[in-house]
């Protein structure tokens, strides 16, 4: 599959999970409250009192620029990371979506609803939302967009989501970016990929 030009050796990717948006994070909900939640935490900002480690903070020194997606818990996640930088805000790096599980008759926490409905969303569970073949389209689109911006081996930064930058992720290392760090289930999350080959 053809890609952007390969990056010169130094090259960096950072991706960042946005920080902790301002709604509860575990209510027990039945599978219709679950579906409200979703909507409400799409909506939601970011919550401005937890501020982001200071390691992820210091990834941030001299940067201008900052991609990030529409949603409100990312771009003001930038600003509070780089209040003088640049936003650059595309709905490419938006969240893989998520349906609530047609489950009656059960509660559980919002991380367990989210669960089971990652995996249906990856069983084919995509009543009016985007699929899994089409979210990894986006990310192939998403890693070429940051791929193309570091050409000349400078830092391209991304602060989104945390499936969604994973997903990315994945098409970098494809393509023979090494990864520091691990993409995990927490607020203010970093991932760097470098470009470390020689040549074409």
Known sequence: MPHQNQPLPGARIILIRHGQPAIPLRPRTSHAEFRDYIEAYEAAGLDPSILPPREIAEL?????????????????????????????????????????????????????????????????????????AQARDRAIRAADMLTARTQGGGTAVLVAHGYFNAMIGRQLRLRGWSRSGSHRARYWNAVTYEWKKVGA
């Open 60 to 132: 941030m020194q001299g940067v201008t620029q900052i991609l990030t997606s529409d949603r409100r818990r990312a771009h003001e996640s930038a600003r509070m990371l780089a209040p003088h930088a640049e936003l650059i805000v595309d709905p490419l790096f938006a969240e893989a979506p998520l349906a609530s599980p047609p489950i009656s008759l059960l509660r559980m926490s919002v991380p367990k609803w989210a669960v089971i409905a990652r995996l249906l969303w990856h069983l084919g569970h995509t009543p009016g939302i985007e699929n899994y």
